[in-house]
């Protein structure tokens, strides 16, 4: 029996996951909550950008939603950089009434402990006892690319030394303004922060991954330490997020490596232009626009390069897409599991369960 689904926001990702829970039998999309007044009333298809009409009209009151569909299972696709203290509250909410969430966001619920303070931790593990419910953030980076890849790599190894999850992406095409100029800083004058690169912030966005994979792994980090280089543009020019002024950043790097008795034990190594020919001397994808890459130091040692394509869009698109298709399949895992705040090391690693086309899997 399909799983009964509300799904919130359509942005970026959510967009695509929306396009997901229509076509895929495996759900019933029964409700959708927009944050957009000019989005409210319209069909969900012609949100999802879909050549479908799904019979479900988007509202703008998460709570009116909650109560009139009463889900099994709520995706949460909101946008929670700057937002965070009104995400977690909307996650709550959701879970208190009875319904699992499986999101892409707030990123910290990735795996908050040691990152969230317990005060921020507690109401939302009280929501779950609340509603009998369960809540899984996840995507790709962070997510998969540094949480299920590493494991499945690495239970190859006799022995490892260094696990470094690199993202190597070209954003020109990326059209998130939010994201490029307000969080990461692009556009403005080396030197100019964004809320992304003030002293732990990284360490916060992608220590639950850091600390996550410790876990797995069996071990506990000492320290987490954060880094950064910014490049400014040549000359100015144009992306799909608006425009870039000669100086402003243009690329940067930046890590963040989970540390052991001295030794940057996990890295994650992220970087990201607006324009190919910037650093050359930085990291190189293996495809053009963008790639992940996993690189593991033991024996066997490994590089592996993950080269997301799709028939929808770039390697942007495909990027998304990924992300949006980890959360959305986790949904009858989530449903099934235990109520609480659930991480891959909770969940089978089987969630890719039911996403061939239905004539091969009767």
Known sequence: ????????????VG?????????????????????????????????AGVDVVAGVAATGDLGAALAAVRPECTVYCALSETRLSDALGDVRKILASGSNVVATSPVPLIYP?????????????????TGGTSVFVTGVDPGWVNDLLPFAIASTCRRVEQVRCSEIAD????DGGPVIF???????????????FRPGMLAASWGVSLRMMARGFGFELD?????????????AFDVAAGHIPAGGVAAMRFQIAGVVGGTEALVIDHTTRLRGDLRPDWPQPAQDGGSYRLEI?????????????????????????????????AIPDVVAAPPGLRTPLDLPFGTARGVFATTLTR
Not at 17 to 27: G, K, T, V, W, Y
Not at 223 to 235: G, L, N, Y
């Open 113 to 129: 402990w040691g990152v969230l303070p317990d005060r921020m931790i507690e109401p939302v593990e009280e929501a779950c006892r």
């Open 171 to 174: 954003y020109a095409t990326y």
């Open 223 to 235: 320290d987490i330490t954060e880094r950064f280089e910014q490049e400014p543009a040549p000359e």
């Open 297 to 329: 130091v033991g024996e066997p040692s490994y590089r592996v390069d993950v080269c997301p394509t799709s028939v929808r869009g770039d390697h942007n698109h495909a990027a998304i897409a990924a992300g949006a298709g980890r959360v959305v399949n």
């Open 15 to 47: 967009r695509i996951a929306l396009s997901q829970l229509i076509e895929d039998p495996r759900f019933d999309l029964a409700g959708l909550v927009v944050s957009d007044p000019a989005k409210v009333g319209r069909d969900a298809g012609e949100l």
């Open 1 to 12: 029996m399909a799983i009964r689904v509300l799904h919130v926001a359509t942005g970026n």
């Open 182 to 196: 307000d969080f990461m800083g692009f556009g403005r004058p080396v030197g100019d922060l964004p809320k992304m």
